[in-house]
């Protein structure tokens, strides 16, 4: 009963940007942190940011010093800011909830993601 709804990927060069956004309604309150997710072709998600109701973020090490998560003014939406992206970036991303910088429990259903396409 919860949607997620990602937007802002694209083609980018080798060391650009890109800011993706994430919409969620429905009973999105009854978790207590948002996250991005990554999955490349043939391999499996993994997790790149999370950041609690708190304010409290956690980053994947792959990341760390270049994506930037935040979360929106009315708690709804959620961001994840890259900068220096590099081709193993390349990825549809996906944001969900759960609880903790783990998102432990989270919401099992996935949204369409967004693709993020790094290259020159």
Same mark, same amino acid.
């Given at each position: ?6 937007? +802002? ?6 060391? =650009? ?9 429905? %009973?999105?309150? %009854?978790?207590? /942190? ?7 072709? $043939? ?10 109701? $708190?304010?409290?973020?956690?980053? /994947?090490?792959?990341?760390? $010093? ?5 979360? +929106?003014? /009315? ?24 609880? +903790? %910088? /783990? ?9 369409? =993601? ?7």
């Amino acid at each position: 009963q919860v949607q997620l709804v990602e937007s +802002g990927g694209g083609l980018v060069q080798p060391g =650009g940007s890109l800011r993706l956004s994430c919409a969620a309604s429905g %009973s999105i309150f %009854s978790f207590s /942190a948002m996250g991005w997710y990554r999955q490349a072709p $043939g391999k499996q998600r993994e997790l790149v940011a999370t950041i609690t109701n $708190g304010g409290t973020t956690n980053y /994947a090490d792959s990341v760390k $010093g270049r994506f930037t998560i935040s979360r +929106g003014n /009315a708690k709804n939406t959620v961001y994840l800011q890259m900068d220096g992206l590099k081709p193993e970036d390349t990825a549809v991303y996906y944001c969900n909830a759960g609880f +903790g %910088s /783990a998102l432990t429990s989270g919401y099992p259903n996935w949204g369409q =993601g967004t693709q993020v396409t790094v290259s020159s």
